[in-house]
């Protein structure tokens, strides 16, 4: 017995270390896979980081706290955690909670992407008029994608805007220099108080 006592002591340490190696083991192959895959997201421009300058954001936080600001969904997501000024539409705005919630959302959906896809002024402006948007952060690339293409009925009404324009540039892109007040990177602030006519 007294033999016997060593050897399995022996057996149970080797076997601790074993399952240390592994744990070890498979805690790195995660790592590397998670690191793998988030730069491939990056490089894939699938997301993974926020591509929205920290200046942007800064100028934002510094406007009137009343102040209400449009933005392509995915771009007004993170302006109200980092920001703390209320944005149009986001996003998650568009998973339906309620039917009056939803009602509403759609709406402005609908009247946020006339604004976007627009050939002329005409929507921006009723943008303005109706909803008292003074600001609107623009990314210059918006027409690469859009995340309202994951929705319905949204995918069909983005089709129809950008059918619209066929191989034109929307409106908003033309107002880069004239209305913005602030730039960084592909990202600029208009300032809808600029555009000709039509007044708040």
């Known amino acids: 017995r007294g033999e016997q006592l060593p050897r399995c002591i022996g057996v149970g340490a080797s076997g601790v270390l074993l399952n240390k190696r592994v744990l070890v083991s498979s805690i790195a192959i995660i790592a590397i896979v998670g690191v ?28 009137p706290k ?35 919630y939803y009602e509403e959302a759609k709406q402005r959906s609908f009247a946020l992407l006339a604004a976007m896809y627009d050939s002329g002024p005409e929507s921006l402006q009723a943008l303005r008029r109706k909803y008292g948007i003074r600001y609107f952060v623009l990314n210059r690339n918006f027409t690469s994608g859009d995340s309202l293409s994951w929705f319905q009925p949204f995918k069909d009404y983005l089709a129809e805007f950008r059918s619209k324009i066929g ?11 004239d209305a913005a007040v602030f730039q960084k990177g592909d990202y600029a602030v208009l300032d809808l108080d600029r555009l000709d006519p039509s007044p708040r």
Not at 36 to 63: I, K, Q
């Open 36 to 63: 793998l895959v988030f730069s491939a997201r990056l490089f894939f421009n699938r997301g993974g980081t926020d591509p929205m300058p920290e200046e942007v954001y800064s100028f934002l936080g510094a406007l």
């Open 66 to 100: 009343d102040t209400l600001i449009a933005a392509t969904p995915v771009d007004g997501d993170r302006v109200p955690m980092r920001s703390r000024r209320s944005v149009f539409i986001i996003v998650n705005s568009l998973y339906p909670h309620h039917s009056g």
């Open 167 to 177: 191989g034109g540039q929307p409106y908003i892109l033309g107002l880069w220099n």
